[in-house]
């Protein structure tokens, strides 16, 4: 490593290598939150995927390179990145026609051979891309327009008959649970209560997204629509209305 110590890149001890690891070196993605004050998410955009850059195997030291090098390319190659308005717009964002759209004027733009280094080193699975509907290069994207909402239920298992007023749903449960169906079809400032034995919870759309932004992104909600936690009614006491 050699003596000149003025060197910015000089290591001559595990010391000095933690050091450069620890304090200049990005940090771990779950990390960047703690370390920067901003993201795209805070300038009111969502980061989609062409390729999807998970697929729920979280047992990373079972990973081999190949494996790193593969979700390190479609986790943050520009080939495979695009933004779309709205910090919540996932529906957008994983639409196979806006995938699709994307998908032929990224080609188009990066050239035939960085196109093809990125399929390459993302090990060349687009055979999800191959099987969305064709482009022909244009796309209308209307934003801010009202789309129709699946009807409200009026009852979920468990709920009991109340007289709430027009636009609030209740449902009972034995612990703080959030049910993806009740609350994505409600407006931002429509409201749901659960009845629970430790009290009944009260949010509007709005003010559960603003409380737990991590839940709607979590594979339970997502995928089961369900998402509950043992000590989750301590982090909404503020939401309680009733004990």
Not at 98 to 116: C, K, P
Not at 134 to 157: F, H, I, N, Y
């Amino acid at each position: 490593m050699g003596n000149n110590r003025s060197h910015p890149l000089q290591l001559d001890s595990w010391a000095d290598f933690n050091t450069l690891m620890c304090s200049k070196i990005a940090t771990h993605m779950f990390d960047v939150p703690k370390c920067v004050a901003w993201s795209a998410n805070s300038f009111g955009w969502y980061v989609a995927h062409i390729l999807p850059a998970k697929n729920r195997n979280t047992a990373w030291r079972n990973w081999s390179r190949p494996e790193v090098a593969r979700r390190f390319f479609r986790t943050l190659h520009p080939c495979n990145l695009f933004f779309v308005p709205g910090v919540r717009n996932r529906e957008l964002g994983e639409s196979t026609s806006v995938i699709a759209h994307i998908l032929m004027r990224f080609s188009e733009r990066y050239g035939s051979d960085f196109w093809q280094d990125f399929v390459r080193r993302s090990t060349g699975e687009l055979t999800p891309a191959a099987q969305l509907p064709a482009s022909d290069g244009s796309l209308l994207v209307r934003l801010g327009e009202p789309k129709p909402r699946p009807v409200r239920p009026q009852k979920v298992t468990n709920s009991k008959p109340t007289d709430l007023a027009q636009g609030t749903v209740r449902y009972s449960a034995s612990r703080l649970t959030f049910k993806r169906d009740v609350i994505e079809p409600l407006a931002e400032d429509e409201a749901f209560e659960v009845e629970t034995p430790f009290g009944t919870f009260r949010f509007t759309k709005r003010q559960f997204y603003e409380d737990f932004p991590n839940i709607p992104r979590t594979e339970s909600y997502r995928s089961l629509g369900i998402y509950h936690g043992a000590k989750l009614h301590q982090k909404a006491l503020h939401r309680r209305i009733r004990v």
